[in-house]
C-alpha cells in the first residue's frame, strides 16, 4: 500500500495537471457545437433542462441521427450521459447569455454558418456556447487519472506526468476536449474504473 503521504502527494499533482489541461483546453474550445451528432445531443440538454422531456426539434439533420418514438416524435439515438453532464453547462451559457449584448454575440459567434442553428443569436449561441466547454473538464480529468494509475501501478510521479502530457497532449483526446461529444466522459469512466481496480487489488494483496 502506497504511504498517506505518498498518496496525497499524488492528489495534489493530479490536481494541479486537471486545473492545468483544464484551461489549456478550455482556451482552444471554438465555442460552437459544429456536428449534427453533437448538436442532437445538445438540443437533449436543452429540452431536459428547459421543458423537462427528450423529444428533439428536427431541422433537417442528416438521416441517421434522429430515430422516432413510440409518440411520434423526434429522439436522439444517443445515450443520455453527455446530455446530463452537459445541464449546468447549458444554465451557464444561457445566464451569460442573459448578460451580453446584441453587439457583444455578433462579435463573439460570427463565422461559421454550417451549425444548424445561426450563432448570431443570443438564445440559440449562448447556452450552445456553455455546452461546448463541456468536454475539456472532462478530458483534463482523463489525464489527472492516468497520471494516478501510472503511480499506482508502480511508475514513478515523473513518469506518470510524462505518460499524462502524451495522452492528453498527443492522442485525440485533444481533439475531443473541443466537442461535446461522448468520448471524454467514456474514458473518463474507464480511467477510473481502472483505477478503482487497481486499488481493490493492493488492498486484497495487502491485506
Known amino acids: 500500500m502506497r504511504e498517506d503521504s505518498d498518496r496525497s502527494t499524488d492528489r495534489s ?36 433542462v428547459e421543458r423537462g422531456e427528450l423529444a ?35 444554465a451557464a451559457g444561457k445566464g451569460l447569455g442573459l448578460l451580453a449584448t446584441p453587439e457583444t454575440t455578433e462579435k ?10 445561426d450563432p448570431r443569436v443570443p438564445e ?3 447556452p450552445l456556447f456553455g455546452l461546448s466547454l463541456t468536454a475539456a473538464p472532462l478530458a483534463a480529468g482523463v489525464v489527472a487519472l492516468i497520471f494516478l494509475l501510472a503511480v499506482e501501478i508502480g511508475y514513478g510521479r515523473r513518469a506518470g506526468l510524462v505518460l499524462a502530457a502524451v495522452v492528453g497532449l ?15 466522459l467514456s474514458a473518463l469512466g474507464l480511467v477510473l474504473a481502472a483505477l478503482a481496480g487497481v486499488r481493490w487489488l493492493r488492498r486484497r ?3
Open 56 to 90: 428533439v426539434p428536427d431541422p433537417g439533420y442528416p438521416e441517421g441521427f434522429l430515430t422516432t418514438g413510440r409518440d411520434g416524435r423526434s429522439y436522439a439515438k444517443y445515450g443520455l450521459g453527455m446530455p446530463l453532464v452537459g445541464a449546468p453547462f447549458f
Open 13 to 48: 499533482g493530479a490536481v494541479s495537471l486537471w486545473l492545468f489541461f483544464t484551461v489549456l483546453y478550455l482556451l482552444m474550445t471554438g465555442g460552437h457545437v459544429y456536428s449534427p451528432d453533437a448538436l442532437v445531443m445538445a438540443r437533449t440538454t436543452e429540452s431536459m
Open 205 to 207: 494483496e495487502s491485506g
Open 108 to 117: 463573439l459567434f460570427s463565422g461559421p454558418r454550417f451549425l444548424w442553428y
Open 170 to 184: 498527443a492522442t485525440p483526446l485533444l481533439v475531443y476536449a473541443k466537442t461535446f461529444f461522448s468520448e471524454p
Open 124 to 126: 440559440e449561441s449562448w
